[in-house]
């Protein structure tokens, strides 16, 4: 049996990326999107998802960006110092009260922006905080991880092949068994400031794309979210118990 999570970061991270969430969770195949506290828009970010319980969301912990420019990666913004546990631990509980503040309720999984919690001691936070509230994290869960639907190379170069509807299709095709969390970053305009940008709409072209969702039926993969699963091990539990 194939289960598949698709999965959108930076929810309310800007107008233009809230429409692209809301666009492929509506018209498309995103069931899941995780939540950035800091920025404006996680308001309307979190309005859209109190209304729409079907979209899990989670809690995106955001810490800092980075840019690849001049041959080297430079810093964007930062919140805290990614190397000092304390405060990490700090800023991953004001973002948690946060969320819980906007949604009032607990995040259904937990990730972060650009994947810092990859690398100690961010992985030990927020490992914690999942272990702690009972959700997956991305990385340490059933939920195999999949990046490979992105438009940019390592180094920021594009690569828009990643992102066409075909290259998707034959990713979908080629899942293995178990629960894949497929992640994207869907967007419509161009209100941000960050070097992934105009690969954003093409990801909404081809996540709304139809013969994308045929391929799906076909491949008998069920189309699923981290809530769903949740409760589907909370079911499990109390049958045991």
């Not at 990859?118 to 059933?142: M, T, Y």
């Not at 178990?178 to 940008?197: A, F, N, Q, R, W």
Request: charged share 25%; with cysteine.
């Amino acid at each position: 049996m194939r289960q598949l999570i698709v999965n959108a970061d930076d929810f309310g991270q800007s107008r233009g990326i809230n429409l692209g969430v809301i666009e492929a969770h509506q018209k498309g195949i995103v069931t899941s999107a995780s939540l950035m506290v800091r920025w404006p828009r996680a308001t309307e970010a979190a309005d859209y998802a109190r209304n729409h319980p079907d979209l899990s969301v989670g809690l995106h912990v955001d810490l800092g960006e980075w840019i690849f420019s001049d041959g080297r990666w430079m810093e964007l913004y930062h919140v805290v110092r990614t190397q000092d546990a304390a405060a990490v631990a700090d800023e991953v509980q004001r973002q948690l009260d946060r969320f819980r503040e906007l949604l009032q309720r607990e995040p259904t999984h937990v990730d972060s922006h650009q994947h810092v919690h990859r690398d100690e001691p961010v992985r030990s936070v927020v490992c914690g905080l999942a272990d702690d509230i009972g959700i997956p994290c991305r990385g340490h869960s059933p939920a195999q991880y999949c990046g490979a639907f992105y438009g940019q190379s390592a180094t920021g170069e594009a690569f828009h092949e990643a992102i066409s509807v075909e290259s998707l299709m034959k990713l979908l095709a080629e899942l293995p068994a178990g629960i894949t969390e497929l992640g994207c970053h869907p967007g419509l305009g161009s209100d941000l400031k960050t070097m992934y940008v105009n690969e954003r709409e093409h990801e909404v072209r081809a996540l709304c794309d139809p013969r994308v969702s045929d391929v799906i039926k076909r491949q008998k993969v069920t189309l699923c979210s981290f809530h769903e699963l949740r409760l589907t091990r909370e079911r499990r539990s109390n049958s045991d118990a």
